[in-house]
């Protein structure tokens, strides 16, 4: 719109003057924006490359192929899963289509929405879509009412900051083998996944719940229900062979496996775990903790914790780790394997260390409870041997303190002295559980360890150090006295 003819000539010019940058500026901002938007469409196309681009032979996740239309957004892609040899998913896949070579394979569509200059302040491009079950798995799980499995959302981050929000679909219906024979059933309720990275390496944030899953085998070898398991994950990333974890939590409500030699039930598991690098060393901290368990119909324990803290030498521990994860489970040892891990784990033992159980406890409402502390330590020796001499123990440090209730003990010797006659009366059972418990009683009353018994508690106690166990201060024994007379 021209300036008004009325208006002074100086006004008239800066009006045109302003009018004209406002223009540009407009042009420059749609020109920029567009620049961005084909910025981001490479940058999706360059990440499908480079995924295509991987060894599609290894172990993991792969893209076949990728189609991708920068006019429409529309993707097209396949993709391969191949799992790692002989683990539990390689072994239940191997079984389902009865070949020694299981993978995957599962074509999907998905829309590209790239952004433009708002993108640079995080988010380029989210890519949704969903994945399609395969024939194969159409004929393994014939009962899916949906066309895709799995729906996902994927934002490309600017900085590498990627997240993922994978939600899966439930089924309830049967199990066919690879002839098509029914051989069970299974069902499960909507699944979902979260992560962002905090960059290419590192995930920042990972959470991931599963309320239900049920499988049962046709011939009944097999019901199993697994319920309320989720899973949360703060900063983790993989150094060698260490996965280094800034705090997790993985929860389960509750489980329950029928099998024709026994079932088992376990309820409200809880895991909290941590750890991090300190200068030149590798802190770790887990927590776990058990509700109910039963065990063939008979109760096992009604709550059971402990908690577990190590301090060991990082760079070695990564190279032992990463060693250890490089060799072939199903193969054996060679030599030259068994003597690279020996000096592996000398070279972690020459920088000391420690592992401490700072708590266990398992607690049944009527028999009583056990509980106790454990802790064993090995101090810095750049001569440390694993065939050393006995004078090596010198190094080793460390203590237990274990308090038990009688009828706890008692209650273990009941359950293993059936499990060896299975057909003995009770009335038989019950003399043979007190003349076992009779005679670890005159056991237990000449161990120097035992420092308290009333009221059917009974509480050990040992120190180590030097080689020598002592009592409350009190030396009981000198290990290396005793290991010299062999």
Do not use: C
Request: glycine share 8%; proline share 3%.
């Amino acid at each position: 719109m021209a300036p008004p003819s009325n208006m002074p000539p100086a006004r008239q010019r800066t009006a045109l003057i302003i009018l004209a940058l406002l223009l540009i500026l407009a042009v420059i901002v749609l020109g920029a924006n567009h620049l961005v938007h084909r910025a981001a469409a490479q940058e999706v196309e360059a990440t499908l490359q480079a995924w295509q681009d991987q060894d599609t032979d290894t172990p993991g996740l792969h893209l076949r192929w990728a189609d991708y239309d920068r006019a429409t957004g529309e993707l097209q892609y396949r993709l391969r899963y191949i799992p790692e040899a002989h683990g539990p998913v390689w072994e239940l896949l191997a079984d389902l289509q009865d070949t020694r070579t299981p993978r995957l394979e599962t074509s999907g569509t998905a829309q590209v929405t790239t952004r433009g200059l708002a993108g640079l302040l995080g988010t380029i491009a989210r890519v949704e879509g969903g994945l399609t079950l395969s024939d194969t798995w159409r004929s393994i799980l014939p009962d899916f009412e949906d066309d895709d499995w799995l729906r996902y959302q994927v934002d490309v981050h600017t900085r590498g900051r990627h997240q993922a929000a994978l939600s899966g679909i439930a089924y309830a219906g049967r199990i066919l083998d690879a002839q098509g024979e029914r051989t069970g059933e299974a069902s499960w309720r909507p699944w979902s996944l979260h992560a962002r990275l905090a960059n290419e390496d590192r995930l920042a944030h990972l959470e991931a719940s599963l309320p239900r899953l049920w499988l049962r085998e046709q011939d009944g070898d097999l019901d199993a229900l697994l319920e309320d398991l989720s899973l949360w994950l703060e900063d983790a990333m993989l150094d060698g062979g260490l996965v280094i974890v800034g705090d997790s939590r993985l929860s389960l409500g509750h489980l329950s496996v029928e099998e024709p030699e026994g079932t088992l039930s376990l309820k409200q598991l809880a895991m909290n775990w941590n750890n991090h690098r300190d200068g030149d060393r590798f802190r770790d901290r887990m927590a776990f903790s058990l509700g109910r368990v039963s065990l063939n119909g008979e109760r096992v324990v009604d709550q059971a914790q402990f908690q577990l803290s190590s301090d060991l030498g990082y760079e070695v521990l990564r190279d032992l780790a990463a060693l250890a994860n490089n060799l072939d489970p199903e193969a054996d040892l060679t030599r030259q394997d068994e003597e690279r891990l020996e000096r592996a784990f000398t070279a972690l033992l020459r920088q000391g260390g420690e592992i401490i159980l700072e708590q266990v406890s398992v607690a049944r409402d009527d028999t009583g409870a056990l509980s106790g502390q454990v802790s064993l330590g090995l101090r810095e020796d750049p001569d440390f041997e694993l065939d050393g001499e006995l004078q090596q123990l010198h190094n080793l440090y460390g203590g237990l303190r274990l308090t038990f209730d009688e009828p706890l003990v008692q209650s273990i010797m009941e359950r293993s002295l059936r499990a060896q006659w299975p057909h003995v009366s009770e009335a038989h059972l019950a003399q043979m559980v007190e003349q076992q418990w009779r005679e670890w009683s005159v056991i237990l009353g000449m161990m120097p360890f035992v420092t308290e018994w009333e009221d059917q508690r009974v509480t050990l106690a040992l120190e180590l150090e030097d080689g020598v166990l002592k009592v409350e201060g009190r030396q009981v024994m000198n290990l290396r006295d005793l290991m010299g007379m062999f």
